[in-house]
């Protein structure tokens, strides 16, 4: 059997916790760390319990956008084992790679220092009972990615791109990765971010920077869902900078996490 078959028969590795859902894109700058937290507080918004992991090794977002940088993680002893206690912000629980390195130095993470990152995040840190634990992957499909998406148990993956011809390439290679038989999780479906603009003084007009509805036709494609697009507005890069979430600005955004949260939790 497969590495994969091994990690998912040795389950229950968090019997507490419901699902395990990776955050992946094919490449970087498209908004899966946005994605990612906006999606964390609107389930946590709607009543679920989360948690996030942000294994971003190229470069972890999730402090700043969640405004605990240069926070650390607490260590407890129980029995004989040290477990790490999460940082709680906006009632979600979370892990970064981010913690672990000051922000401002270049650090080389190997795949099997990654890896081994990302297995203490799942076996260390007390997470308690979650419905959701979110782990913000590292764009693209490398070796990386394969192997910590074989490190925990994965009970799905969302894959986050922009419209244009080029990130839809790589957000193609994303997706079949996830669906190869030895990796074999399932992937939830797309999210188009940045998929179009509105000018605040014509809400009716929608611009197609990026080209229409490139994630929606990529998700027809292969045969998963379409979960929703995420427009561009200037709340929402502003939020991730001030590390205050858009899904709390009323309007355009709020709306557009809540009803990606929703269609997530159904
Ligand atoms: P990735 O995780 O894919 O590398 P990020 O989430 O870090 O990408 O986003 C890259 C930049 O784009 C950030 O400055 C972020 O604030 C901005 N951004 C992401 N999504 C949107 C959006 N829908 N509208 C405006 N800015 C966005």
Same mark, same amino acid.
């Given at each position: 059997?497969?590495?994969?078959?091994?990690?998912?028969?040795?389950?229950?590795?968090?019997?507490?916790?419901?699902?395990? /859902?990776?955050?992946?894109?094919?490449?970087?700058?498209?908004?899966?760390?946005?994605?990612?937290?906006?999606?964390?507080?609107?389930?946590?918004?709607?009543?679920?319990?989360?948690? $996030?992991?942000?294994?971003?090794?190229?470069?972890?977002? /999730?402090?700043?956008?969640?405004?605990?940088?240069?926070?650390?993680?607490?260590?407890?002893?129980?029995?004989?084992?040290?477990?790490?206690?999460?940082?709680?912000?906006?009632?979600?629980? $979370?892990?970064?790679?981010?913690?672990?390195?000051?922000?401002?130095?270049?650090?080389?993470?190997?795949?099997?220092?990654?890896?081994?990152?990302?297995?203490?995040?799942?076996?260390?840190? &007390?997470?308690?009972?979650?419905?959701? $634990?979110? /782990?913000?992957?590292?764009?693209?499909?490398?070796?990386?990615?394969?192997?910590?998406?074989?490190?925990?148990?994965?009970?799905?993956?969302?894959?986050?791109?922009?419209?244009?011809?080029?990130?839809?390439?790589?957000?193609?290679?994303?997706?079949?990765?996830?669906?190869?038989? @030895?990796?074999?999780?399932?992937?939830?479906?797309?999210?188009?971010?940045?998929?179009?603009?509105?000018?605040?003084?014509?809400?009716?007009?929608?611009?197609? $920077?990026?080209?229409?509805?490139?994630?929606?036709?990529?998700?027809?494609?292969?045969?998963?869902?379409?979960?929703? &697009?995420?427009?561009?507005? @200037?709340?929402?890069?502003?939020?991730?900078?001030?590390?205050?979430?858009?899904?709390?600005?009323?309007?355009?955004? @709020?709306?557009?996490?809540? &009803?990606?949260?929703?269609?997530?939790?159904?």
């Amino acid at each position: 059997t497969s590495q994969v078959t091994t990690v998912r028969e040795a389950a229950p590795v968090l019997p507490e916790v419901k699902n395990i /859902i990776a955050i992946a894109s094919g490449k970087g700058g498209v908004g899966k760390s946005t994605t990612a937290v906006n999606l964390a507080v609107a389930l946590a918004d709607l009543g679920a319990k989360v948690g $996030l992991i942000d294994a971003d090794i190229s470069g972890p977002s /999730i402090p700043t956008m969640f405004n605990v940088e240069g926070e650390q993680p607490t260590v407890k002893k129980v029995g004989e084992k040290n477990v790490i206690i999460p940082i709680t912000q906006y009632s979600v629980k $979370l892990m970064s790679i981010g913690f672990l390195t000051p922000a401002e130095s270049a650090v080389v993470w190997r795949g099997p220092m990654a890896s081994s990152a990302l297995r203490q995040f799942i076996s260390d840190v &007390e997470w308690g009972e979650l419905d959701y $634990l979110l /782990i913000d992957l590292p764009p693209g499909t490398s070796d990386i990615h394969l192997t910590m998406v074989q490190t925990v148990p994965v009970t799905g993956a969302i894959i986050v791109t922009t419209p244009q011809k080029v990130a839809l390439a790589d957000a193609t290679k994303g997706l079949t990765m996830f669906k190869q038989p @030895q990796i074999n999780v399932p992937v939830l479906g797309v999210v188009e971010n940045m998929a179009y603009f509105s000018p605040e003084e014509l809400p009716d007009n929608k611009y197609y $920077l990026f080209g229409k509805e490139g994630g929606q036709k990529l998700a027809e494609k292969y045969k998963v869902p379409f979960l929703g &697009e995420i427009p561009i507005v @200037q709340s929402i890069r502003e939020s991730g900078d001030t590390g205050f979430p858009a899904v709390y600005k009323n309007g355009i955004t @709020q709306k557009a996490y809540t &009803e990606l949260a929703e269609t997530v939790a159904r």
